[in-house]
């Protein structure tokens, strides 16, 4: 699992109720690019690094911090 998807989860662990969805969204939305990643990287036998929609980058960079509840 990448470092995006785990910020992703870590906020998701403390964020507000109403945004526990869009968080679920954008792990969804981040697995997709690494899944896409990886398969291009097959493809071409070369590593390339997901690209992440804003959303996800957003999200993940939020820096919501799991030892202060929302």
């Known amino acids: ?3 995006t998807v785990e910020a992703l989860q870590r906020a998701r662990g403390v964020a507000w109720a109403s945004l526990v969805p869009v ?3 954008a792990i969804v ?8 990643s990886d398969h291009i990287s097959m493809s ?17 960079a939020s820096g ?4 202060v509840s929302p």
């Open 23 to 25: 968080f679920d969204h």
């Open 29 to 36: 939305l981040a697995r997709e690019a690494e899944h896409h």
């Open 64 to 67: 919501m911090d799991p030892e």
């Open 44 to 60: 071409v036998q070369a590593n390339c690094p997901p690209a992440y929609p804003p959303l996800v980058e957003l999200l993940a």
């Open 1 to 3: 699992m990448s470092a």
